[in-house]
């Protein structure tokens, strides 16, 4: 089986990696400089839209122009699988667009470069089959597990709900913190360095997946403005001016 990663970014060529360890990988990329590992054969764009299996590693918003490129220079009978951090709008387009010859599957690896450097034995990847035959959503339910991931049947919706309460939060937080240009000190907590941890590991991610997480996700919206009640309300708590009353109140005896 001859499988292709289309886009060999920072994710893409994570992931082309880790499938050839157990396939063969052909990987396609705009850019001629992006770097992959030895066992990974760069290919032009026709060579890796002749492949069994294609996997899209784009960005969430390329993703219409990429589909409506390749949908009819594919083979008739692939499989096309998605790995976007949302899982509602990829799959729409998919079913949209593709010929209804292709099997579609979703998927969304809960991890990157940075957190599977050391591995990604156990990590979790949602697996939504939308368009596809049973077995061959049983392969690569079972394959995705042979390689040691965690896999979590989830639907679209409950996906995108939930990410944007855990992925969504994370990468909005760790880009507010990165724009208080905050420094590491030597007094620093423990819960501290975590913080700056978080603005490391989702700043090294590019721009254009954070906007992407909060563009395209329909629960992010509702997640940022949860948020910016409850930072109104512990301001509220505290008290306007509560750090000056204080510092202006007589001491008593003085």
């Known amino acids: 089986m001859l ?36 066992s990974v054969t760069r290919v032009d764009e026709a060579t890796v839209l002749e492949c069994d299996v294609l996997f899209l590693c784009v960005a969430i918003s ?36 593709l010929p209804p010859s292709v099997s579609l599957i979703g998927t969304h690896p809960m991890f990157g470069p940075d957190s599977g450097k050391s591995g990604i034995d156990g990590l979790p990847l949602v697996f939504c089959p939308v368009r596809t035959p049973e077995e061959t959503a049983a392969f690569w339910r079972s394959e995705f597990g042979n390689m040691g991931l965690d896999v979590r049947d989830i639907g679209p919706h409950d996906h995108d709900r939930e990410a ?22 030597a007094i620093g907590t423990l819960g501290y360095h975590k913080l700056l941890e978080i603005i490391e590991q989702t700043c090294n991610d590019p721009f254009q997946l954070f906007l992407d997480l909060q563009r395209y996700n329909p629960y992010t919206g509702e997640m940022r403005e949860k948020l910016e009640q409850s930072i109104k309300k512990m301001q509220e708590q505290l008290g306007a001016g509560s750090e000056q009353s204080w510092l202006d109140r007589p001491i008593s005896g003085s």
């Open 3 to 38: 499988v292709g990663v289309y886009g060999l970014g920072r994710f893409g060529a994570f992931w082309a990696d880790c499938l050839s360890a157990r396939h063969t990988v052909l990987g396609y990329s705009r850019n001629p400089k992006r770097k992959t590992g030895p």
């Open 62 to 97: 390329a993703l219409e122009d990429v589909l409506l490129r390749i949908r009819r220079r594919i083979s008739a009978d692939s499989v096309v699988i998605d790995t976007c951090s949302v899982k509602v709008y990829p799959i729409r387009l998919m079913d949209s667009i």
């Open 164 to 185: 944007a309460y855990t992925q969504g939060i994370t990468h909005f937080m760790g880009r507010v913190l990165d724009d208080l240009r905050l420094e590491p000190s």
